[in-house]
């Protein structure tokens, strides 16, 4: 188990460095930074001078390697349009953002896969149906459309919970219904399918034909293995999710990582928008390796891989 | 049946319901056995072997329905045993080894594991204790190194290790019965008779009665006590081993009988006998004899109830009274 971490490990790391340089080309690739800078009445002088304080005029390799170093130390450089270090700007937005995020993929596990494994039990039963239904509604439903309506009924009818901010845990409530919501459909049919096949498995009639009973066939023998690709999933979604989802910051006036992004982009405020690549991209790899190391738990044939 | 009857079973009926109407698998088959005895089971692929052992497992998948006058283990009605009653047997007094070895084993889980567990679902044990057992085990099927088998998972393995493995398994709490659904069909042929032979010193060293599903005649001739010939879900033929290999009184028993080559009386290169025609469709109504679309000695009665002939040890279903033995002869 040791050689294969340490060789995925091993392989995140080259990913995460081939994606730093690709965010730092980003902000040559996207025009002359120095003019960006210097804003639309710049005269030539102006951006020149711009040029050379921010040292855009030096060889890319050595700006690449100064940004990168400063980056590994937490410096993203300072943010055009607020001028305040981007690190700071980030780490305030990416609070929420990730206390959204983990409610959200917790809301969606935690409905998801209990409900996908009572699907497969019993197949067109009516949890099964159940399920189906719950899940084409929340593939169909945008989640700005679902999220008004959890708004009007919840917040405004009912009054029971706050309608927007990020002051107080209450306020997680429904962006977290909302995201998770978004997620739930597709852990629900992947844990279903996942489930439905192990349970026609050869192992599994051997457990039964062992004598072990109904729960140690389903929990034990089935699920261990019907929940691998589940995790995959679930990490490409929590990635997704950490990246900030701008619909539901939006509609909840969240001012998270993803509605900063959003805001950022608008601006043309590139430092911003490429430390948040940065920060994305890194957890994604940091999920796809958690999502490595747990398979590679659940099942040893891919310990070898 | 006598007091050392380990296993009966009376008209056993398995329906399965599907799209088109009831596929009647198996129709009113009875077999017992006797402690420590073995039962051969022959018959094509698709004749009900397979349904025919999980009925008696209790493992027949959902939907389908089983009916039967007597199904009895021992002292246990097994057609109303409880659940607990039937899991409490399974694994511990009847075990079962089956067609794939490379998928019958959870791939999520060590070797010892999965012995260890299935000793401790039925006896109170410590784990050292148990996996002492699963060693003894192991190394009583034949794999060297046993100890250190034990942490390794069921795709380290091959094939034959592995059907080996399921073996130790179905052996960890010393059933009573064992039964090998087709359990070397899978292997190498040289693998085969390892495994076969190993099957068969087992279940004599541990007294144990077992019901041996196989397509290798040459092997039931050898090892079975007993020999119940399947065809189309029903028994067309059950006898002693001996018995129906002398006297094969069904044509569809001599018929198979003449699937296999024997030395000195197959000719060399001669072709090997295959039996033509088609199995009928088991949808909807079935009766009279499955066998007369494809026997050479069918006539019109065959459609009609067919009568059980010869004893009480040995008897076949066929409307000629002596299962059209002379006809054949006659032809020869
Ligand atoms: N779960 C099932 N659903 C529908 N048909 C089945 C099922 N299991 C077995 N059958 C059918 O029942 C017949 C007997 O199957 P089986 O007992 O597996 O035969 P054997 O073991 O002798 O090859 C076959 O025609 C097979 O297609
Ligand atoms: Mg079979």
């Avoid at chain 1, 593939?139 to 029971?160: K, Y």
């Avoid at chain 1, 590139?270 to 957890?283: D, E, G, H, K």
């Avoid at chain 2, 299935?118 to 099927?141: D, I, P, Q, Y």
């Avoid at chain 2, 010939?229 to 006297?247: C, H, K, S």
Wanted: glycine letters at 8%; aromatic letters at 8%; one cysteine or more.
């Amino acid at each position: 188990m040791l050689p294969f971490i340490l060789k995925r490990l091993g392989l995140a790391l080259l990913v995460a460095f081939t994606v730093s340089f690709i965010s730092f080309l980003l902000l040559f690739l996207s025009g002359d930074p120095a003019a960006a800078l210097a804003g639309e009445t710049a005269s030539g002088e102006d951006i020149e001078a711009i040029r050379r304080v921010y040292g855009f005029d030096r060889p890319m390799l050595v700006q690449y390697g100064e940004w990168l170093v400063s980056a590994l130390q937490g410096d993203f450089g300072e943010s055009y349009y607020f001028k305040l270090p981007v690190a700071g700007l980030i780490a305030e937005r990416l609070q929420v953002t990730m206390i959204l995020g983990v409610c959200g993929i917790s809301f969606a596990l935690l409905t998801a896969v209990p409900l996908g494994v009572a699907a497969a039990i019993r197949p067109n039963s009516i949890v099964d149906r159940v399920a189906l239904f719950m899940s084409v509604a929340g593939q169909a439903m945008p989640s700005f459309w679902f999220g008004l309506i959890l708004i009007v009924v919840f917040a405004i009818q009912l009054g029971m919970l706050p309608p927007s901010g990020a002051e107080t845990w209450r306020h997680f409530i429904l962006p977290t219904v909302v995201l998770g919501y978004y997620a739930m459909p597709a852990i629900m049919r992947l844990t279903r399918a996942g489930m439905l096949d192990t349970l026609n498995s050869d192992y599994i009639r051997t457990a039964r034909a062992k004598g072990a009973g109904e729960g140690r066939v389903l929990f034990k023998h089935a699920l261990r293995n019907a929940i691998i690709p589940v995790v995959s999933l679930a990490a490409v979604q929590m990635g997704f999710m950490l990246g900030g989802s701008i619909v539901v910051e939006s509609v909840f006036a969240l001012h998270g990582a993803g509605y900063l992004a959003w805001e950022s982009i608008a601006r043309n405020d590139l430092p911003t928008v490429q430390a948040l690549i940065l920060v994305f991209s890194m957890f994604y790899i940091v999920f796809t390796f958690l999502a490595d190391v747990l398979n590679a738990w659940l099942d040893p044939r891919m310990r070898s891989a | 049946m006598t007091d050392d009857t380990l296993l009966e079973v009376r008209n056993l009926t398995l329906d399965i319901p599907t799209g088109a109407g009831t596929l009647h698998a198996v129709r009113g088959i009875d077999f017992e056995l006797r402690r420590g005895e073995t039962l051969s089971i022959v018959g094509e692929s698709g004749s009900g072997k397979s349904l025919t052992s999980l009925a008696v497992m209790g493992l027949l998948g959902k939907g389908i329905r089983r009916d039967a006058d007597v199904m009895r283990f021992e002292d246990t009605d097994l057609l109303t045993a409880s659940r607990r009653r039937m899991r409490a047997l399974r694994g511990d007094r009847i075990a079962m080894i089956f067609q794939e070895p490379m998928t019958s084993l959870n791939p999520a889980y060590t070797i010892g594991d999965q012995l260890i567990e299935t000793l401790k679902l039925h006896r109170r044990v410590s784990t050292s204790a148990a996996r002492a057992r699963a060693v003894e085990l192991l190394e009583k099927v034949g794999i060297t190194a046993a100890a250190s088998r034990l942490g390794q998972y069921p795709h380290q393995l091959s094939g034959g290790l592995r059907q080996r493995v399921m073996i130790a398994l179905a052996l960890m709490c010393e059933p009573d019965l064992l039964i090998a659904d087709e359990p070397t069909t899978a292997l190498d042929v040289t693998i085969q008779a390892q495994i076969l032979r190993l099957l068969v010193d087992l279940t004599r060293e541990m007294d144990m009665a077992m019901i041996l599903i196989t397509h290798d005649l040459g092997v039931v001739a050898r090892v079975a006590d007993k020999v119940a010939v399947m065809y189309a879900g029903e028994l067309v033929e059950t006898g002693p081993a001996a018995a129906v290999f002398e006297r094969p009184s069904h044509p569809y028993t001599r018929g198979l009988l003449r699937c296999i080559p024997q030395p000195g009386k197959t000719d060399r290169g001669s072709q090997l006998g295959t039996i033509p025609g088609i199995v009928p469709s088991l949808v909807g109504e079935v009766t009279g004899c499955a066998f007369r679309t494809r026997c050479p000695h069918a006539v019109p009665e065959c459609r009609a109830a067919i009568p059980v002939r010869g004893d009480a040890a040995h008897d076949f279903r066929c409307v000629h009274a002596d299962g059209a033995i002379s006809a054949e002869k006659e032809t020869a």
